[in-house]
């Protein structure tokens, strides 16, 4: 498409730098669908009308239905008509444009600032029809202005795939080698039996039947029609705790028919370039569903490992008749790490190897800390060091992410997240719910992504008898994915001692928005 638009801070054809681009990516540890386009630079720097247009909106955060400072220009495009290019994040206004008032291409119109973000840049929208947000209506900004229309897309592979029950998902993975070559516009996916075409499942980020775009971030939002696009990026990208050049992507598709056991994937960017997966076959894999209530009395059940500290003689682990979370007597499983003397790490419970290749997993139980000890701790003292962990994946480094009580100020125990990240620091989330002693809660750790620069873990507590969301973080599993889980005391540090009771502990592969 031949273009007259400039970019607003080049004031030329020449393409500024891009972060974040237009499409799926990660926005407060959830799925979300970006409707612009990212630019950084350092805050003041000039921004310029992208064509001739008239002023919609100008105005501070708040007005005109806008979160931060705001110029929204009204254009005639013409091939796609009335369109609202939009400019957010701004530090400041130029006094000249001021709603219903003309601007040229090329006029400076405003600056880049950082309100209400977490860094300098310019956020670039383009709305066709109407300025509503909400419309769902945004544009990929590509599609208008000038750059170089190159195919880049790596071709996707087939990645992992997932059984809950009889029912099949899998992902596919893609990318492309720099960041500002975000034109991705949409992929298509052919279901195959033999040679034979079931379905095509396509996701097309400009047709709102294929794609939420609705604002708001929520997992939930991935699948429509039951294929989805994840983006494995998030603001900024430029930031040097986690700098990311490239991009990265995944194509879910989830109810696999039956009688599907091939299929043929296709990315589609703004240029019109099309890249095409070799055939991908479906594998006949077991699905993962492992469930043990400790009735039979059986140490370790069928299918697990006890797990022990080698050290010493302060660990346990034991099939054992109590109080229930029901109410009522039952056999569970008592984890007991009664020494406070040992100078390294400890652990007492049971392990579950992990099949792999999944890219998603629950664990959950009903767990009973009746004691939870701690030595005298110094005010640096690491998390893992004031935490006793229930539900601990591990990986090739150790820990990949547990679910654990954390000793927080005053001596509170709460309920929290740690994760191993790709270069080794320990990233957490704690929650604000108070853990009891002598009392019964269902723990629930879920992964999402896993395998990703963008894995996801959300921590769920029983309250009042729901499942509620407690703490949720982002870490990069690359390095270290989940391959094995244990629960009970999955790990104490030196000079702790607690005593956990565990029933009914379940793990599965799950189905993302389930």
Not at 280 to 285: G, T, W
């Amino acid at each position: 498409m031949a273009t007259d638009y400039i970019w607003p801070l080049s004031r030329s054809s020449i393409p500024n730098d891009m972060n974040t681009s237009f499409g799926p990516r990660i926005n407060t540890n959830r799925w979300d669908f970006h409707d612009g386009i990212d630019l950084p630079a350092e805050k003041g720097t000039k921004v310029y009308a992208m064509r001739d247009g008239t002023v919609r909106f100008a105005g501070r955060k708040g007005q005109d239905g806008y979160s931060s400072r705001h110029i929204v220009i009204e254009v005639d495009d013409p091939h796609d008509g009335k369109m609202y290019l939009v400019h957010l994040h701004l530090d400041s206004i130029d006094e000249a444009v001021k709603p219903g008032v003309t601007v040229v291409q090329g006029q400076e119109i405003g600056t880049v600032g950082d309100d209400d973000a977490t860094y300098p840049h310019l956020h670039v929208e383009f709305l066709q029809r109407t300025p509503d947000t909400d419309a769902q209506t945004s544009r990929h900004p590509l599609r208008y202005l000038p750059y170089s229309k190159t195919a880049n897309f790596t071709v996707p592979v087939a990645d992992r795939f997932n059984r809950s029950g009889a029912r099949m998902a899998a992902r596919l993975l893609f990318g492309a080698c720099n960041k500002s070559e975000g034109d991705l516009l949409g992929v298509e996916v052919d279901l195959l039996s033999g040679t034979q075409l079931l379905e095509t499942l396509s996701v097309d980020f400009h047709d709102e039947e294929t794609i939420n775009k609705r604002r708001g971030n929520s997992d939930r939002k991935i699948f429509r029609k039951d294929i989805g696009v994840e983006g494995y990026q998030k603001s900024p990208m430029n930031d040097p705790a986690r700098m990311r050049t490239d991009l990265r992507y995944g194509i879910l598709v989830r109810n696999l028919p039956d009688e599907c056991d091939t299929f043929i994937a296709r990315v589609i960017d703004v240029g019109g370039n099309t890249v095409t997966s070799a055939p991908i076959p479906v594998p006949n894999q077991t699905a993962t569903e492992e469930f043990v209530d400790f009735e039979d009395g059986e140490m370790p059940p069928t299918g697990w490992k006890v797990v022990r500290s080698t050290s010493g003689t302060g660990t346990s682990v034991s099939n054992e008749t109590f109080p229930g979370h029901a109410g009522t007597t039952t056999n569970g499983m008592l984890c007991g790490d009664d020494s406070a003397t040992e100078a390294t790490t400890q652990r007492a419970g049971i392990e579950f190897t992990l099949p792999a290749g999944r890219f998603e997993w629950i664990a959950e139980g009903w767990f009973n800390p009746t004691v939870v000890e701690f030595a005298e701790l110094e005010e640096n003292t690491s998390i893992e060091d004031r935490s006793i962990q229930l539900l601990r994946f591990l990986g090739n480094e150790g820990l990949s992410v547990a679910a654990h009580i954390v000793r927080h100020a005053g001596g509170l125990l709460l309920a929290g997240i740690v994760a191993n990240d790709r270069d080794g620091h320990l990233k957490t989330d704690i929650s604000s719910s108070v853990i009891g002693l002598g009392m019964w809660r269902r723990w629930r750790l879920r992964l999402l992504r896993v395998g990703t620069r963008e894995t996801t873990a959300v921590l769920y507590l029983n309250v009042n008898g729901e499942m509620e969301e407690q703490a949720r973080l982002n870490w990069d599993s690359t390095a270290s994915e989940p391959s094995a889980l244990r629960a009970g005391i999955g790990r104490s540090p030196a000079g702790a001692r607690a005593t956990v009771l565990v029933d009914e502990l379940r793990v599965t592969e799950s189905l993302l928005a389930d």
